[in-house]
């Protein structure tokens, strides 16, 4: 096991399903989707499909995402010692710089503004992480070192994004990645906020959703390329991860992964398992998701998160140790082990 494995104390959400983490959390659960016309048009002269937060007002751009991130950080941090937040370090994940249409021009002045919208200062240690759907597990492992090396206590992990931006929207279209009225292979943008709060694993007592495995790869035969796949990134990803974790595949009681749409993610995740899976199974269950709040971009890793610890909280998830895993257009891939540490077996 990892030197340092990490507890998940804390959530908060805010997607197209529900504008915070019950909410959220319990539309997953049931399959309940927020799949409207949006206001974008494809090339056909269409309305795209979309899953919007429906914000109280109708906020655009950065103010959009800084307020849906605040009010995600805000239901994490409720009733936390407002004085501890000024040592608490805060890592905030966005999109790829080089996404088309990205919202964000700053990152560095985003996180300031953000920091103002909560009235909130972050400890000096807080950095920005802008490598899309791996930033979640980018930001596990920037928290597990700060609580390691850093003595941090706690660490927020934050983040927001959407996709249902025109030149976003126009860019995807062009590469046949989102599903519009002439193509059906594609996902369903959407947008959305989720925070976590968490600390060293020896922290508390009791029942408590522990990261014990990071693992990170990169694939070479990703969505935009024309090499044959075979899913070595992901499979070097998940070996690395069990590893970190000083576990086996055989533990493993199902997977969520964050797959929004399309054929190639989900025969990625299937020839991925399938290459490390050595365990007679009667079940492996895999969820995803984006199925109920669309491609979320930076976000999904953490909502992934925060949908396993309330399933574990509330005894209907499908196994004690989790593999979640999540990859990049560009070819990166991350994968995290979790266990429900304490519960009864």
Known sequence: MSATPIVISRTGLVTGVGLDAPATCAAIRGA??????????????EWLMGCEVPLPEPW???????KMAARAITECLDGFDCAAVQSLPCVLCLAEPER??????????????????????????????AEGHV??????????????????KHVLIAACDSLLVGATL????????????????????????????VEGADARGG??????????????AHIDSEEPLRADGLTAAIKQSLADAGCGESILGFKIIDASGGQY??????????????TKRQEFDVWHPADCIGEVGASIGLVMIAVLKAACEKAYSKGNNVLLHLGNDDGRRASMIFSWIGARQ
């Open 135 to 152: 930033s979640a597990a980018a930001a596990l492992r920037r928290a597990r070192e700060l609580i390691r090396d850093g003595g941090a």
């Open 170 to 197: 126009a860019d995807l279209e062009r590469h046949d990645r989102i599903m519009t009225s002439q193509y059906s292979d594609g996902f369903i943008a959407g947008e959305g906020a989720a925070a976590l709060l």
């Open 100 to 129: 088309c249409g990205r919202i964000v021009r700053d990152d560095g002045r985003f996180f300031v503004e953000l920091e103002l919208e909560l009235g909130l200062k972050f400890a000096p240690q807080s950095t920005v992480i």
């Open 207 to 220: 029942p408590q959703l522990t990261c014990t495995g990071l693992g990170f790869a990169h694939e070479k």
């Open 60 to 66: 655009r751009g950065e103010a959009r995402l800084i």
């Open 265 to 278: 993610a989900f025969k990625e995740a299937t020839l991925a398992f399938g290459r490390i899976d050595r």
């Open 32 to 45: 309940i989707d927020n799949f409207q016309e949006t206001r974008f048009q494809d090339g056909h002269g």
